[in-house]
Structure formats: C-alpha cells, structure tokens
Nanobody
Framework: VQVVESGGGSVRPGGSLRLSCAVSGSFHSLNAVEWYRQAPGSVRELVAHIGSFGSTKYADSAKGRFTISRDNAKNTVYLQMNSLEPEDTAVYSC????????????????WGQGTQVTVSS
C-alpha cells in the first residue's frame, strides 16, 4: 500500500491550497483518513478527520477554513485549505486506515511522506 500526498507549496496569506492524499495498492477498503500537520519545533497535531461514510471533524484552528472530503472511487482524500495564515505553515501528512481483506476484517494504518505548506508574504 502506498500513501502519497501532493498539492503543497508556497502561498501568500489569504491564499488557498488543495492537498491530495492518494492511496494505492492491494486492499479491501479505505476507511478513516486523517490529516496531520507538524511545524518546526512543534508537536504533530490533528487537523481534520473523515470517516468511512464521510463524517468529518476539524481542529478548532481549521474550522471554517479547511474542508476535508473524499473520492472513494479514486481512494483519494482532499484537504481544501482557504484563508491560509502564516501559522498554517507546516508539513502536512495523511494517516490512513485500511481494511486489508474483507474476509479478515483486519485494519492497518499507514502514514504518507508529507507535503510542505508554506504561508508567507
């Protein structure tokens, strides 16, 4: 299983970015997916969560500005980030839960490698 993030980059304050988390390989289903971020010198923090059926949760810092969504046909989860602030600068990583095979029901988790988001004027 491979987890690949993309869409990071440098933007000015107030700008927008859309991050993608694409999951590929051999597995039965993509379950919950979470986006985390880690700024230099800071602990990793949960930004947004999307459940298997689309329920969502957000960190207070993300509410009203970020939207997490998923395309199950593509096994891809997105994080639309609007009104970006310098404080949003961090490496963003996705953390995915998959069911390996229907018959076993075993769930395993994987991290992506991360994508850098820099917000600066």
């Amino acid at each position: 299983v491979q987890v690949v993030e993309s869409g990071g980059g440098s933007v000015r304050p107030g700008g927008s970015l859309r991050l993608s988390c694409a999951v590929s390989g051999s597995f039965h289903s993509l379950n919950a997916v979470e986006w985390y971020r880690q700024a230099p010198g800071s602990v990793r923090e949960l930004v947004a969560h999307i459940g298997s059926f689309g329920s969502t949760k957000y960190a207070d810092s993300a509410k009203g500005r970020f939207t997490i969504s998923r395309d199950n046909a593509k096994n891809t989860v997105y994080l639309q980030m609007n009104s970006l602030e310098p404080e949003d600068t961090a490496v963003y990583s996705c953390y995915v839960f998959i069911t390996t095979a229907a018959i076993s029901g075993v769930e395993v988790d994987y991290w992506g490698q991360g994508t850098q988001v820099t917000v600066s004027s």
